[in-house]
């Protein structure tokens, strides 16, 4: 045992027989939430699209019939609500705290629906942020939800940690752009979700290429993707590669994500669904 042992081994390496059998750290559901599948889209860093594509996944899916919830855990930089044009407050009941329905009928809960205005600064240490993620998970009243979508916090910190060993992940989507891939960072989320033991559900490469609206042809302007390269070396799935879509990114801005076509996503979020 370490001198500074802290009894709890989910943050310590050391092999020493305080360690017992390994622990399932799965926080419990609130009571009243049915939640069928649970889907963490993540990103080596931040930039790539990881928002934007969770929020997409979840106008496709809702699209498709299904019941539908985002679970905003990147409470540092949330900006779920501000894509579906969310401004109210959550507010309580007694079966938990209640998630805002948009337009189209998504559950969504982020931080941002909980502060007094959206431009505060969320200035809090890590166990805090984790913590809250958790309590959007045991503490919301998810009704009858088909598909949720967790927006994770980029990179491999503290806080996506607890994600993954809190949250009953079905599987989780990488978010990449051209240039992210060809660096190791893309390598290191996958490695992660292996060490975790969540299935990676595919890639998903976004900014991917940017299509002439005048005469058609795809323009790679961030040169060619290795995305080939890196899915066969850790033998993934290619979900869907989504264009630069300047519409797409105004309408998100906008508060419009709901009303985005975006046939690419469409294909995505269909192949996505045959793998769950
Ligand atoms: P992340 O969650 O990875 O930090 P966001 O989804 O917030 O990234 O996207 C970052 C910015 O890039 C946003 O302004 C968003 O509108 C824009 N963006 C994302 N995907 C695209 C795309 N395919 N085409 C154009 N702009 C995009």
């Known amino acids: ?147 949720m979508f967790v927006d994770m916090p980029p990179g491999t910190g503290d806080v996506p940690l607890t994600i993954f060993q809190s949250l009953p992940l079905d599987g989780i989507i990488i978010v990449t752009s051209p240039q992210e891939l060809v660096s190791m960072i893309v390598t290191k989320a996958v490695k992660m979700a292996q060490l975790m033991n969540i299935p990676i559900l595919g890639i998903v490469e976004n900014m991917s290429y940017f299509e002439c609206p005048d005469c058609g042809k795809k323009h790679y302007l961030f040169g060619e993707s290795n995305l080939e390269h890196i899915a066969q070396e850790y033998s993934l799935d290619i979900l869907g590669r989504l264009p630069i879509d300047p519409a797409g990114a105004k309408a998100c801005d906008e508060g419009k994500i709901e009303s985005v076509l975006n046939p690419e996503a469409q294909q995505t979020a269909e192949k996505l669904k045959s793998l769950l």
């Open 1 to 147: 045992m370490s001198e500074e042992c802290t009894h709890d081994c989910s943050s310590c390496g050391v092999d020493c027989p305080s360690r017992g059998e390994p622990q399932d750290l799965t926080e419990k559901l609130n009571a009243y939430s049915s939640v069928k599948k649970v889907i963490g889209i993540v990103s080596g860093k931040g930039g790539v699209g990881k928002s934007t594509v969770t929020s997409l996944m979840a106008v496709m899916f809702s699209r498709m019939g299904y019941h539908t919830a985002i679970l905003d855990a990147d409470i540092t930089g949330p900006s779920i609500p501000k894509a579906f044009g969310i401004r109210e407050k959550a507010l309580g009941s007694e079966k938990g705290i209640l998630p805002i329905t948009t337009a189209s009928g998504i559950d969504i809960m982020s931080v941002n629906l909980l502060l007094e205005n959206e431009t505060d600064p969320v200035v809090w240490r890590g166990p805090v942020l984790a913590g809250t993620v958790k309590q959007f998970w045991t503490d919301v009243y998810w009704k009858d939800v088909d598909y």
